[in-house]
């Protein structure tokens, strides 16, 4: 699984990184976690606000840090 | 903007395809208005007796004299201080459950191929109740501009966002009442509208750096929310969480130094530094405000003070409007995708719409 959290680095895009690497620690799923802060690879993902979390191409959030739960409904 | 309140309307009854299940979701909304109304009507009553408390707790329990310096001080702390944020617990609750209903992909969807003029107006107001955070500005600029949204629509976006926001209403309502509030709100849509169809006027799109015109975004893949009531309150409770648990101190703070302003700067010793008679003192407030990046909540109770002490309403409120609306950090955020030129024009826009207006209060008040 390939999981992409946009953001430039802000407290709200660190926040949601983290929990988005908690999430997989605990589920323990096959992921890849990649911090994207370009802003040319968001828009590219048809992203407009951050922070958003993009799962295997599919984004699945934006404009705001996802709760746990939400998470781990996308990954589980 | 039919299609919104349709899809949001519904959004309670499409996700419960049981009867049963409606009807119980039927009597929790009755509990739910039931409770709001009776905490709206606490909130209130507390509200009414802020005065009278303050007054209490400085002359009678503190024993301060009324009209001595630390007595004047203090008093004004103790009043302003619950009854700010109060308003900004209130405000903020209701800005973050309408906030659910405009998000940045639907207010694109809504300028996109709208006319100049017509979409300068709506993008101010979108601007003013999409949540937008100013780390976002970039991704949202190449969103709209390759959406096809014009630049100068855009650009009103971009400067009604932070321009009208809601804590500087209620701070504004809260210290200096309804009229001043008003005034801020009508003139802060005017530069946003004006500022950007200006520049729209000028022709700067290839002023815009070429990687962004190459873009092509496909915003449709994002999942367009359908939320309950539940969770539209959920994200009102959580935006006063969020905003009212960050502001609160920059408020008791500028709520302090406006106090001792209060207290302890004479009548009227304002008037000569930033009063109407000084005609330098309005490009002085906007000069020194352009590069500050302060947020209303601390710089209001400031210049509620000033405003006491002699200050023209107009200078104090372009001072105010150039912290807010242009600040350094965006400007650098936003270079990655304007060149110097496009920039170098965008402050002068609106740092001369902000002008005017400083100008135009202190000559009509």
């Not at chain 2, 009867?19 to 009553?45: C, E, R, S």
């Not at chain 2, 707790?57 to 103790?78: D, I, K, R, W, Y």
């Not at chain 2, 920059?250 to 000084?278: D, L, N, R, T, W």
């Not at chain 2, 906007?286 to 210049?303: D, L, R, T």
Request: glycine share 10%.
């Amino acid at each position: 699984m390939d999981i992409k959290v946009c953001g430039p680095g802000c407290p709200k895009c660190t926040q949601a990184e983290k929990l988005v690497k908690e999430a997989v620690g605990e589920t323990g799923v096959e992921a890849t976690v990649e911090k994207v802060t370009e802003f040319q690879e968001m828009a590219k993902l048809g992203i407009l606000s951050t922070p958003a979390v993009v799962i295997d191409g599919q984004v699945k959030c934006v404009g705001k840090v996802p709760t746990k739960k939400e998470i781990l409904s996308w990954i589980g | 903007m039919k299609k919104i309140e349709n899809d949001a309307g519904c959004a309670s009854t499409v996700e419960t395809p049981y009867p049963g299940k409606n009807i119980d979701n039927q009597t929790k909304q009755v509990k739910y208005v039931l409770l709001g109304l009776l905490i709206l009507a606490a909130w209130f009553v507390i509200y009414k007796q802020l005065l009278a408390f303050s007054g209490f707790v400085t002359f009678q329990l503190f024993g301060l004299n009324e009209g001595s310096h630390l007595g004047e001080a203090v008093h004004f702390f103790l009043y302003d201080t619950p009854k700010v944020l109060m308003l900004l617990t209130l405000v903020v609750f209701g800005v973050g459950i309408i906030r659910t209903f405009f998000t940045p992909e639907r207010t694109r969807n809504i300028l996109a191929g709208k006319r100049e003029s017509v979409g300068n107006v709506l993008a101010a107001l979108l601007g003013t109740v999409t949540p937008f955070c100013s780390c976002s500005a970039v991704p949202l600029f190449i969103g709209f501009v390759t959406a096809g949204v014009p630049l100068g629509v855009t650009l009103s976006f971009l400067v009604a966002a932070p321009l009208v926001n809601e804590i500087a209403l209620v701070l504004l309502y809260g210290l200096l009442g309804w009229k001043v509030a008003g005034l801020y709100l009508v003139t802060g849509l005017f530069v946003a509208i004006v500022a950007g169809w200006i520049i729209g006027r000028l022709g700067m799109e290839n002023h815009i750096e070429e990687w962004v015109q190459e873009i092509r975004t496909n915003v449709d893949d994002v999942p367009d929310e359908k939320l309950t009531w539940d969770e539209r309150f959920l994200r009102g409770w959580e935006a006063v969480k969020d905003i009212v648990g960050k502001v609160w101190i920059y408020v008791v703070a500028g709520i302090a130094v406006g106090a001792g302003i209060h207290g302890y700067v004479p009548e009227g010793f304002m008037a000569s530094i930033m009063g109407k008679g000084a005609w330098w003192s309005v490009p002085a407030a906007v000069v020194i405000g352009v590069p500050m990046y302060s947020n209303a909540a601390g710089i209001v109770p400031v210049i509620h003070a000033l405003l006491e002490k002699g200050a023209a309403l107009g200078t104090v409120l372009a001072f105010m409007m150039s912290v807010i609306a242009l600040s350094l950090p965006e400007m650098v955020i936003l270079r990655k995708v304007l060149k110097p030129r496009l920039i170098s024009a965008f402050i002068v826009v609106v740092a001369s719409g902000i002008l005017l207006v400083g100008y135009l209060f202190n000559l009509i008040i």
